[in-house]
């Protein structure tokens, strides 16, 4: 399979990578804890664990897709890797009968790759265990919430830099962010350029399907 770059392909492309709708900070919390997980287990535990660390980012990235189908060239841009190394991750996966990959007629040439029902009994024990910290996180004031929330963004965002985990499609990434535009409201210091809309820090996307990159450093700070 040759190497695709990540523009739009059609819009099937935008049904196929369409995002979840904006959730509640709780489950953005919960979010933000499995991506951290994946990880931990994985780099920890590479013994245990019956799946690379690709095989597993694929997997959940999958499992939180809409459709629970993403194409090859959206996978390759999420994870940041070569594509013989997804390519091989691809196969395996399919040999193990928990994701299937098809071919389309789209002009690049892309793959469609899709979540089988094993695969996503496998995705949802891997992204599991967050949901026990429920009454802990519940227990939280609203305050300490968003301040645990964007602690774990900045640490989802250091394990991106050094491509430990997959990308995120963050606010804090994003060519539309505007961080503290707004000092004079803590409530809803930053703004969104893509709605025109003032927004706090429990509001921070960590999925968001309008997300467009930027080429600027994230800000220090985000309360």
């Known amino acids: 399979m040759d190497c695709l770059d990540a523009s739009p392909l059609s819009a099937c492309n935008e049904v196929a990578n369409a995002a979840l709708p904006h959730s509640s900070l709780l489950q953005r919390i919960r979010v933000a804890l499995s991506k951290i997980s994946l990880y ?3 780099a920890k535990e590479p013994e245990s664990c019956p799946y690379s660390l690709i095989e597993q980012q694929i997997l959940t990235l999958l499992m939180a897709s809409q459709l629970h189908s993403l ?3 959206s996978l390759a841009r999420a994870l940041d890797v070569w594509c013989a190394s997804l390519d091989e991750a691809i196969q395996q996966l399919v040999l193990k009968g928990l994701i299937e990959a098809h071919a389309t ?3 690049s040439r892309d793959m469609l790759v899709t979540l089988q029902p094993a695969g996503a009994l496998v995705a949802h ?3 599991q265990w967050p949901h026990a910290l429920d009454s ?4 939280l004031s609203p305050s300490t919430q968003e301040e645990l929330y964007v602690d774990l963004l900045h640490t989802i965002l250091q394990l991106q830099e050094t491509k430990k985990i997959p990308i995120s499609l963050m606010c804090i990434t994003c060519r539309h962010f505007r961080s ?3 000092p004079e409201n803590p409530d809803r210091p930053h703004h969104c350029a893509f709605v025109e809309a003032p927004f706090g820090g429990r509001d921070l996307q960590i999925n968001c399907p309008e997300h467009s990159d930027t080429d600027q450093p994230p800000p220090p700070s985000l309360l």
């Open 40 to 42: 931990n287990q994985a």
């Open 71 to 73: 194409f090859r060239s």
């Open 105 to 107: 007629e789209l002009p």
């Open 125 to 127: 024990h891997l992204i």
């Open 136 to 139: 802990v996180l519940e227990s």
């Open 180 to 182: 503290m535009q707004y």
